[in-house]
C-alpha cells in the first residue's frame, strides 16, 4: 500500500546548467545556469513562470528525459533510485491510441514488468475508479475528451505508484471548467498521497491555488524571482481564490513576471 | 432501410455488366474484340489448365517479391526514420533509386539473373520496397515523442521502447502500405510476363490477343482484376478489425 511505504525524497538542484546548441547556427541557447533550487520530501512545489522560461526543462532534466550540461541533481534519500512518474501536458500524444483506458492505465507497470497482469489490472481499476473513469475502462483514448485523457494519464501515473511526481502543465490545454474541476480533484487526491509532486505552469492562479510552496521562475536562464509558501490552507477554490492573502499574492507575482523580462 | 442501397457499389457493378452485354449485344461494339461476358467465362474455363497455371505462376512470384520487398522495408526504414546517421547516407540513394520505375529495370534483371521467377520477383521487390519504404519511414517519424518520453519515464531503454511503443504503432501503417502494394505488384508483374515472354499472365494476355483469342485475353484480365480486388478488401478488413483504433487520416 502506498501510506507504508518509505517517504518520498527531496530533491536537490544544485548548479544546474542546461544549454541547447542551436541547429543551422552556432548560437548556445541558455535554459538555465548555475541554478540552485531545494524541494523538500512530500512537498508539492508549483513552478510558474513566462512560457520558454525553462521550467518544463528542470522537471525533464530531474525525471532524466534531457541530459545536464552541468551541475547535479541529487535525491535525498538517493537510494533506493526513486520511482519518477510523468504526467505530460500533450494528453493526445501521451497516451497510446491502441490501448483502451484500462491498458493505458497498466501501461508504466506493463513497461517497468514486475507486477502480474492480475496485479496490473487490480492497481488500474482503483486508480481509474480514483480519477472517475469507471464505465470508460474498454474505451480508446480518441473517443474521450481532453479531460477525460488527461484523467486516464493521471490515473497511469498513479497506478505506477511513483515517488516523485512531475507534472508538465498538465493542465494547460484544457478548458477552464475542466482545468478547474481537475484542480480540485487532483489536490484531493494528492493530498492523500503525501509524495513530493512538482508541477509546472504558466498560470498564477493555478499556481498559487495548487503548491504548499509556488516557486516563480524568471525569463530563461532561468532564475529564482520568488518563492512562497502557501498563503491559505483551504483548499476550496472559491475560498480560496476570494481571500485577501491570495489576491496579495496574485498580484505580487503578476508584477514579478511582468517586470521579470525587463531586469534581465 | 434499403438493403440494395446499402450496397451501391455492387449496383454499379450490376450496371457495368448490363451495359457490357448490352454493348455487345447490340452491336454497339465489335462483339469479336469485346466478347460478352458469358463468352469471356467460357473461354477462360475452355483454357483453364493454361490460364490457372499462368495465373498461380504470376501471382506466386509476385507474392515472393512483395513479401521480400516489404521486409527489406520495414527493415532499412525502421533504420531510416529512427537513426539521423543512417537516414543521412542512405536518404540519397533511397531517392535516387526510388525514381527508376522497376518494370524499366526488367530487361537489365533479364540480363544479369537469366531466370524468369527471379526476374519477376526482382521487380516485385523493387517496386514494392521503394513504395513502401517511405510509408516506414514516415511511421517512425509520427511514433509521438511524448508517448516515447512517458515510456522512458516509466524505465524503457531502447529494446522496450521498440516493443511496446514502435511495433504497436507501427503496425497499422505497415498493413496501410501492404494494401496500396497490392495494385503496386500486380502492375510489375504483369509487365515482368510480358517482356520476359515465357509465361505467366501478362504473358498470356499478348499471346491470347495476337492470336485473335480475345475471350482468353479478357478472362485473364478479369482474373487480374478479381485477385486484386479481393486481396485489397482482405487487407481492408484486417485493418479494421485488428486495428479498431486507427483512421487513415493518421497515416496521411
Known amino acids: ?264 | 432501410m434499403n438493403g440494395a442501397f446499402r450496397f451501391p457499389g455492387l449496383i454499379a457493378v450490376a450496371v457495368i455488366l448490363t451495359t457490357w452485354v448490352a454493348a455487345t449485344g447490340s452491336g454497339f461494339v465489335n462483339a469479336k474484340f469485346i466478347p460478352p461476358p458469358n463468352e469471356v467465362l467460357r473461354a477462360g474455363l475452355d483454357d483453364w489448365a493454361n490460364l490457372s497455371s499462368a495465373t498461380i505462376q504470376s501471382m506466386g512470384t509476385a507474392l515472393v517479391g512483395y513479401g521480400i520487398g516489404f521486409v527489406a522495408a520495414i527493415v532499412i526504414g525502421m533504420a531510416v526514420g529512427r537513426y539521423v546517421a543512417v537516414d543521412s547516407w542512405a536518404s540519397g540513394p533511397l531517392d535516387f533509386f526510388r525514381a527508376i520505375p522497376a518494370v524499366a529495370l526488367v530487361p537489365m534483371a533479364l540480363l544479369i539473373f537469366g531466370n524468369s521467377f527471379i526476374v519477376g520477383v526482382f521487380s516485385v521487390a523493387w517496386g514494392c520496397f521503394f513504395l513502401a519504404v517511405v510509408n516506414v519511414v514516415s511511421g517512425v517519424k509520427h511514433i509521438p515523442e511524448t508517448l516515447q518520453d512517458a515510456a522512458r519515464s516509466f524505465g524503457a531503454g531502447e529494446v522496450k521502447l521498440l516493443r511496446k511503443v514502435g511495433i504497436p504503432s507501427l503496425l497499422p501503417f505497415f498493413l496501410s502500405s501492404l494494401r496500396q502494394n497490392v495494385s503496386v505488384a500486380l502492375i510489375i508483374i504483369v509487365i515482368a510476363d510480358m517482356v520476359i515472354g515465357l509465361s505467366g499472365l501478362g504473358f498470356y494476355i499478348l499471346r491470347t490477343q495476337s492470336n485473335a483469342l480475345f475471350g482468353r485475353m479478357y478472362a485473364a484480365i478479369t482474373i487480374i482484376a478479381i485477385i486484386g480486388y479481393a486481396v485489397f478488401q482482405l487487407l481492408e478488413w484486417s485493418q479494421r478489425r485488428l486495428f479498431p483504433w486507427w483512421s487513415d487520416s493518421v497515416a496521411s
Open chain 1, 1 to 264: 500500500m502506498t501510506d507504508e511505504r518509505l517517504a518520498s525524497p527531496a530533491i536537490h538542484l544544485t548548479g544546474v546548467t542546461k544549454t541547447y546548441d542551436r541547429r543551422g547556427d552556432d548560437e548556445v541557447l541558455t535554459i538555465m545556469e548555475g541554478l540552485d533550487l531545494s524541494f523538500h520530501s512530500g512537498e508539492l512545489v508549483t513552478i510558474v513562470g513566462p512560457s520558454g522560461c525553462g521550467k518544463s526543462t528542470i522537471l525533464k532534466l530531474i525525471g532524466g528525459l534531457v541530459p545536464l550540461s552541468g551541475g547535479s541533481i541529487s535525491f535525498e534519500p538517493s537510494s533506493p533510485n526513486p520511482r519518477i512518474g510523468f504526467v505530460f501536458q500533450d494528453y493526445a500524444n501521451a497516451l497510446a491510441p491502441w490501448k483502451t483506458v484500462q491498458r493505458n492505465v497498466e501501461f508504466g507497470l506493463e513497461i517497468e514488468g514486475v507486477a502480474s497482469k492480475s496485479e496490473r489490472a487490480d492497481a488500474a481499476a482503483r486508480y481509474i475508479e480514483m480519477v472517475g473513469l469507471n464505465g470508460f475502462e474498454d474505451a480508446y483514448p480518441r473517443e474521450l475528451s481532453g479531460g477525460m485523457q488527461q484523467r486516464v494519464q493521471l490515473a497511469r501515473v498513479l497506478a505506477y505508484e511513483p515517488d516523485v511526481l512531475l507534472m508538465d502543465e498538465p493542465f494547460g490545454s484544457l478548458d477552464a471548467q475542466t482545468r478547474r474541476d481537475l484542480q480540485q480533484e487532483l489536490r484531493k487526491i494528492l493530498d492523500s498521497l503525501h509524495r513530493t509532486v512538482l508541477f509546472v505552469t504558466h498560470d498564477i492562479e493555478e499556481s498559487l491555488y495548487l503548491g504548499d510552496r509556488t516557486v516563480v521562475l524568471s525569463h530563461r536562464p532561468a532564475r529564482i524571482l520568488a518563492d512562497f509558501e502557501r498563503s491559505d490552507q483551504t483548499s476550496i477554490f472559491e475560498d480560496f481564490v476570494s481571500s485577501d492573502s491570495f489576491r496579495k499574492r496574485f498580484h505580487e507575482v503578476w508584477d514579478l513576471l511582468r517586470s521579470g523580462p525587463d531586469d534581465a
